[in-house]
C-alpha cells in the first residue's frame, strides 16, 4: 500500500502501462511483435516505402543536400525538398544498429507519437492532475481503423510535425521563463525541419491562442511579447536554409485551391469523420459546451469546476486542432492527415467532460483518477487486440527480388517493372536503387484485352516528379528537370531499351488476369536469344538483357 500512496511513483507506473498499451496496440500488432523483419510488413501504401528509402539516400550520399539519382529519374542534382528530420534520425539508427531503415523509420515514428501523448500529458497536468490521468487513454486513439492509417500508410513525416507541435505547446507554457523563448524558438525551426503544414497550423495556434487570451484577459504582457518575438527569429535564424527550398518547390509549384475536399488523397476510403469515435465521439460537444459557458459565464462555471481553469492552454489547443481538422471544406487536403491526430489533440476536451459528469456523483480523488484512467486504457487496447494483423502490398518474394537488383546490377541499369505492387504504388520501386521504369499500364491493359501480345511496350519513367525535380541555379535561384527539354528524352522509353525486366508472377485473386499477361510477356522476352533468366523466386521473375537497344 506504501507504494500507492506515494503518487509520483503512481503516476510513473500509469505512464509505463500507456506507453507499453501503446506498443502493442499500434506496432506491436502492426509488426508481428518484433523490432527486426527481414522485409517491410504491413506498408500499404507509397509514403511507407518512400519514407524508407529516402533514409537510405542519406545513408548512399552521405548528405541530405541532394536525393539520390534513383529516386530523382537518374538526376544527381535535384535538391532534397522534404522535412529532413526523420530520414536523419532513421539513418543514424540504422547505422548505428542492424536494423533496415523501414524498420528505423517506423520505429521512431512511434517512439515519436508517444514521447508527444506524455508530454501533451505534462501540458494538462499543469491544469489538472486528474484530467491529465483520464486523457492517457483517450489517446491511444484505438476506436476505428482510420485513426491508424498514420502507421500503414506510412504517414511518419505528419507524426514526426505531431510530435513537434506538442512540443510547442508545452514549451509556450514555459515563454515567461528564463531562456523560455530559446525552448520555444528551437521547437518552432523542429517543426519545420519535421512536417511544414504542421508548423503553419502550430503557429495558428498561436496567434488563436493570444487572440482569445487578450479577449478573455484584456492584456498580454510586454515581457511575453518580446519573448514571442525573441522565439521567432531564432526559429528563423535556424530554418532559414530550408524555408528557401519550401518556397522553391512546395509555394512555387503548388497552386493554391480552395475548394471542398471530401476524402484525403493518401487513402481515399479510411477519412477520419467523428463518427469513428463511436459513442464517446459525444463527449466532445460537451466540452465545447463547458468551454463557452467559462466565456460567458465564468464566474458560474469555475464555481462549478473550483480546482479547473477550463479556458486553458490545452482547451484552446484542443478547439484549434478541431477547427483544423475541418479546413478540408475550404480546401486544405491536409486537414485529414490533422484528423487522424484528433485523438490525441482532443484528449482534453474528452477528459474535461468525464470528469465534469463523474463530478456530480462523486467527489473527486486521486485514487478515482488512477482507477478510471487504468480502467479505460485497458478497456480501450483490449477491444483492439486482434483488429490489427500484419500484412501489406509486397510479399518477402517481391523484397527478395528488389534487394537482388539494388546489389548484383550494374548501378546505371535500367529496371522495367510490370504490373504489380511496384507498379500500383510506383515508388516501391526506387527501393531497388535503381533508376526505374513502369509498363504503361494503360497500353498493358489494352493489349490484355484484345488478347495479344506486342513486341513492343512503351515503358515509363517512376520516380518522385511532384515537385518538378528542382535544382539549385544559385542560392536563390531554382530550375526544374520537368520543365527541360532533356525530361522528354528519358521520360519514355522503348521496352527493349531496358537492362532488366522485373515480372511478378503471383498476386490476388481480383489480378489473376493480370498476372498470367506477365507470365505471357515474361515468356516472349525469354523466347529471345539475347534475353536470359537473372533471378527467380515464388513471387517474382528478373530477366536480363544482353543487348539494350536490340529489337526482333
Same mark, same amino acid.
Given at each position: 500500500?506504501?507504494?500507492?500512496?506515494?503518487?509520483?511513483?503512481?503516476?510513473?507506473?500509469?505512464?509505463?502501462?500507456?506507453?507499453?498499451?501503446?506498443? /502493442?496496440?499500434?506496432?506491436?500488432?502492426?509488426?508481428?511483435?518484433?523490432?527486426?523483419?527481414? %522485409?517491410?510488413?504491413?506498408?500499404?501504401?507509397?509514403?511507407?516505402?518512400?519514407?524508407?528509402?529516402?533514409?537510405?539516400?542519406?545513408?548512399?550520399?552521405?548528405?541530405?543536400?541532394?536525393?539520390?539519382?534513383?529516386?530523382?529519374?537518374?538526376?544527381?542534382?535535384?535538391?532534397?525538398?522534404?522535412?529532413?528530420?526523420?530520414?536523419?534520425?532513421?539513418?543514424?539508427?540504422?547505422?548505428?544498429?542492424?536494423?533496415?531503415?523501414?524498420?528505423?523509420?517506423?520505429?521512431?515514428?512511434?517512439?515519436?507519437?508517444?514521447?508527444?501523448?506524455?508530454?501533451?500529458?505534462?501540458?494538462?497536468?499543469?491544469?489538472?492532475?486528474?484530467?491529465?490521468?483520464?486523457?492517457?487513454? /483517450?489517446?491511444? @486513439?484505438?476506436?476505428?481503423?482510420?485513426?491508424?492509417?498514420?502507421?500503414? =500508410?506510412?504517414? =511518419?513525416?505528419?507524426?514526426?510535425?505531431?510530435?513537434?507541435?506538442?512540443?510547442?505547446?508545452?514549451?509556450?507554457?514555459?515563454?515567461?521563463?528564463?531562456?523560455?523563448?530559446?525552448?520555444?524558438?528551437?521547437?518552432?525551426?523542429?517543426?519545420?525541419?519535421?512536417?511544414?503544414?504542421?508548423?503553419?497550423?502550430?503557429?495558428?495556434?498561436?496567434?488563436?491562442?493570444?487572440?482569445?487570451?487578450?479577449?478573455?484577459?484584456?492584456?498580454?504582457?510586454?515581457?511575453?511579447?518580446?519573448?514571442?518575438?525573441?522565439?521567432?527569429?531564432?526559429?528563423?535564424?535556424?530554418?532559414?536554409?530550408?524555408?528557401?527550398?519550401?518556397?522553391?518547390?512546395?509555394?512555387?509549384?503548388?497552386?493554391?485551391?480552395?475548394?471542398?475536399?471530401?476524402?484525403?488523397?493518401?487513402?481515399?476510403?479510411?477519412?477520419?469523420?467523428?463518427?469513428?469515435?463511436?459513442?464517446?465521439?459525444?463527449?466532445?460537444?460537451?466540452?465545447?459546451?463547458?468551454?463557452?459557458?467559462?466565456?460567458?459565464?465564468?464566474?458560474?462555471?469555475?464555481?462549478?469546476?473550483?480546482?479547473?481553469?477550463?479556458?486553458?492552454?490545452? /482547451?484552446?489547443?484542443?478547439?484549434?486542432?478541431?477547427?483544423?481538422?475541418?479546413?478540408?471544406?475550404?480546401?486544405?487536403?491536409?486537414?485529414?492527415?490533422?484528423?487522424?491526430?484528433?485523438?490525441?489533440?482532443?484528449?482534453?476536451?474528452?477528459?474535461?467532460?468525464?470528469?465534469?459528469?463523474?463530478?456530480?456523483?462523486?467527489? =473527486?480523488?486521486?485514487?478515482?483518477?488512477?482507477?478510471?484512467?487504468?480502467?479505460?486504457?485497458?478497456?480501450?487496447?483490449?477491444?483492439?487486440?486482434?483488429?490489427?494483423?500484419?500484412?501489406?502490398?509486397? @510479399?518477402?518474394?517481391? =523484397?527478395?527480388?528488389?534487394?537482388?537488383?539494388?546489389?548484383?546490377?550494374?548501378?546505371?541499369?535500367?529496371?522495367?517493372?510490370?504490373?504489380?505492387?511496384?507498379?500500383?504504388?510506383?515508388?516501391?520501386?526506387?527501393?531497388?536503387?535503381?533508376?526505374?521504369?513502369?509498363?504503361?499500364?494503360?497500353?498493358?491493359?489494352?493489349?490484355?484485352?484484345?488478347?495479344?501480345?506486342?513486341?513492343?511496350?512503351?515503358?515509363?519513367?517512376?520516380?518522385?516528379?511532384?515537385?518538378?525535380?528542382? %535544382?539549385?541555379?544559385?542560392?536563390?535561384?531554382?530550375?526544374?528537370?520537368?520543365?527541360?527539354?532533356?525530361?522528354?528524352?528519358?521520360?519514355?522509353?522503348?521496352?527493349?531499351?531496358?537492362?532488366?525486366?522485373?515480372?511478378?508472377?503471383?498476386?490476388?485473386?481480383?489480378?489473376?488476369?493480370?498476372?498470367? %499477361?506477365?507470365?505471357?510477356?515474361?515468356?516472349?522476352?525469354?523466347?529471345?536469344?539475347?534475353?536470359?533468366?537473372?533471378?527467380?523466386?515464388?513471387?517474382?521473375?528478373?530477366?536480363?538483357?544482353?543487348?539494350?537497344?536490340?529489337?526482333?
Amino acid at each position: 500500500m506504501t507504494f500507492f500512496n506515494d503518487r509520483k511513483k503512481v503516476e510513473i507506473l500509469i505512464i509505463i502501462i500507456f506507453i507499453i498499451a501503446m506498443l /502493442f496496440v499500434k506496432s506491436g500488432q502492426l509488426w508481428d511483435h518484433k523490432i527486426m523483419h527481414d %522485409y517491410p510488413i504491413s506498408f500499404r501504401a507509397n509514403d511507407n516505402f518512400f519514407h524508407s528509402m529516402a533514409p537510405e539516400s542519406i545513408k548512399d550520399e552521405i548528405s541530405y543536400q541532394n536525393f539520390a539519382n534513383y529516386i530523382t529519374c537518374g538526376y544527381e542534382d535535384v535538391v532534397a525538398y522534404l522535412p529532413p528530420f526523420i530520414y536523419h534520425m532513421s539513418a543514424m539508427l540504422s547505422s548505428l544498429s542492424m536494423l533496415e531503415t523501414y524498420d528505423t523509420t517506423h520505429l521512431i515514428a512511434i517512439f515519436l507519437i508517444s514521447s508527444a501523448c506524455v508530454i501533451l500529458y505534462f501540458v494538462i497536468k499543469g491544469v489538472n492532475k486528474e484530467i491529465a490521468l483520464l486523457s492517457l487513454p /483517450f489517446m491511444i @486513439g484505438v476506436f476505428s481503423l482510420p485513426f491508424e492509417i498514420a502507421y500503414q =500508410w506510412g504517414l =511518419w513525416l505528419f507524426m514526426s510535425g505531431v510530435f513537434f507541435v506538442i512540443c510547442v505547446v508545452w514549451s509556450l507554457t514555459k515563454i515567461n521563463e528564463k531562456y523560455g523563448f530559446l525552448l520555444l524558438g528551437l521547437f518552432l525551426a523542429a517543426t519545420s525541419l519535421a512536417h511544414f503544414s504542421e508548423l503553419v497550423f502550430v503557429i495558428g495556434f498561436i496567434v488563436f491562442y493570444y487572440i482569445l487570451k487578450l479577449i478573455y484577459t484584456g492584456k498580454i504582457e510586454k515581457t511575453e511579447i518580446k519573448n514571442l518575438m525573441l522565439a521567432f527569429g531564432v526559429f528563423a535564424i535556424i530554418s532559414a536554409y530550408y524555408i528557401i527550398i519550401v518556397y522553391f518547390t512546395y509555394l512555387k509549384v503548388n497552386t493554391l485551391v480552395f475548394d471542398n475536399v471530401e476524402v484525403p488523397i493518401f487513402a481515399p476510403t479510411q477519412g477520419v469523420n467523428f463518427s469513428n469515435f463511436g459513442i464517446i465521439q459525444f463527449l466532445l460537444p460537451f466540452a465545447i459546451l463547458l468551454g463557452i459557458g467559462a466565456f460567458l459565464y465564468k464566474k458560474d462555471i469555475e464555481s462549478l469546476l473550483p480546482n479547473v481553469k477550463i479556458l486553458s492552454m490545452p /482547451f484552446v489547443f484542443s478547439l484549434f486542432m478541431l477547427i483544423i481538422g475541418f479546413t478540408n471544406y475550404i480546401g486544405f487536403n491536409r486537414a485529414f492527415q490533422t484528423r487522424i491526430a484528433w485523438p490525441i489533440y482532443l484528449s482534453f476536451m474528452m477528459a474535461l467532460s468525464v470528469y465534469f459528469v463523474i463530478s456530480f456523483f462523486k467527489k =473527486w480523488k486521486y485514487s478515482l483518477s488512477v482507477a478510471v484512467s487504468l480502467l479505460l486504457i485497458i478497456v480501450f487496447s483490449s477491444t483492439y487486440i486482434g483488429m490489427i494483423v500484419p500484412g501489406g502490398i509486397m @510479399g518477402k518474394g517481391t =523484397w527478395d527480388g528488389i534487394v537482388w537488383l539494388g546489389e548484383e546490377t550494374p548501378t546505371n541499369s535500367k529496371i522495367m517493372h510490370f504490373y504489380g505492387p511496384t507498379i500500383t504504388q510506383n515508388l516501391i520501386s526506387i527501393s531497388t536503387k535503381r533508376v526505374p521504369y513502369g509498363i504503361n499500364t494503360n497500353e498493358y491493359v489494352e493489349a490484355l484485352q484484345n488478347g495479344i501480345i506486342k513486341n513492343d511496350y512503351e515503358a515509363q519513367i517512376l520516380c518522385l516528379t511532384d515537385m518538378k525535380l528542382p %535544382y539549385r541555379k544559385s542560392p536563390l535561384e531554382f530550375g526544374y528537370h520537368t520543365e527541360d527539354a532533356d525530361f522528354q528524352d528519358i521520360n519514355i522509353a522503348s521496352m527493349w531499351d531496358m537492362d532488366y525486366y522485373f515480372i511478378p508472377i503471383v498476386g490476388s485473386q481480383r489480378d489473376e488476369a493480370l498476372i498470367m %499477361y506477365n507470365r505471357a510477356i515474361g515468356e516472349y522476352l525469354m523466347n529471345q536469344t539475347w534475353i536470359d533468366m537473372a533471378y527467380v523466386n515464388n513471387e517474382i521473375v528478373i530477366l536480363k538483357n544482353s543487348e539494350p537497344g536490340r529489337k526482333t
